[in-house]
C-alpha cells in the first residue's frame, strides 16, 4: 500500500501557511545505537536501567550519558551526575535512571561540573559548597540540564 504524498495536497499547504508553519520533516532517523528507546524512557521514568560503564558516555561538561540522554548513577546512598573520580573508579553492572529516592547528589560530581560554583580545591568556598549540596533538588537539575533529548556530541567514559 503506497500512502499519499500529503506535501502536495493543496488543502494542507494552504493551511499551513495560514498558520505560518513550516514544512517539518525529521532531520534524524532513529537508531537503537544512539537513541534510547521508548521502553528505556519507561524504565528511567520509573526505575532504573542496568547497564555497563561502557554504555556511558559523557558531555562536555562531564555529564552522564545513556545513549542520549541524561542520566544519573545510583550508588548505594548516594548519586552521581558526572563523570567524576568515584564514577570513574566503577567496574560491572551500574543502575542509572532519571528518578532518585533518598540517595544524596555526589559532591564530588557538582565539583567535576563545577555546579552553581562548586569547587572542592579552594577552601574558602566550603560554605558555599556546603549550601549548594544541602540545597540540591533534582527536578530543578532536570529543568537546567534536561534529560532527553540531546544531540550527537559525546565523549566516551573509559578510553581502554
Not at 1 to 29: S, V, Y
Not at 105 to 131: A, E, I, P
Amino acid at each position: 500500500m503506497k500512502l499519499p504524498d500529503f506535501t502536495d495536497f493543496e488543502p494542507f499547504n494552504n493551511l499551513r501557511e495560514q498558520m505560518g508553519a513550516e514544512l517539518w520533516a525529521l532531520d534524524e532517523t532513529f537508531n537503537e545505537q544512539l537513541h534510547i528507546s521508548l521502553s528505556e524512557k519507561a524504565l528511567l521514568t520509573s526505575d532504573y536501567m542496568a547497564v555497563s560503564l561502557d554504555q556511558l558516555s559523557r558531555d562536555v561538561d562531564y555529564r552522564l550519558r545513556y545513549k542520549n540522554a541524561n542520566v544519573v548513577l545510583i550508588d548505594e546512598n548516594i548519586f552521581h551526575l558526572a563523570a567524576c573520580q568515584n564514577v570513574l573508579k566503577k567496574q560491572g553492572i551500574q543502575k542509572v535512571s532519571w528518578e532518585v529516592t533518598n540517595e544524596m547528589v555526589c559532591m564530588q560530581c557538582l565539583h567535576q561540573m563545577n555546579f552553581d560554583g562548586v569547587n572542592l580545591q579552594k577552601s574558602r568556598r566550603q560554605v558555599h559548597n556546603q549550601t549548594v549540596f544541602d540545597n540540591f533538588n533534582l527536578q530543578k537539575y532536570w529543568q537546567n540540564y534536561p534529560n532527553f533529548p540531546l544531540k550527537s556530541h559525546y565523549i566516551a567514559l573509559k578510553t581502554d
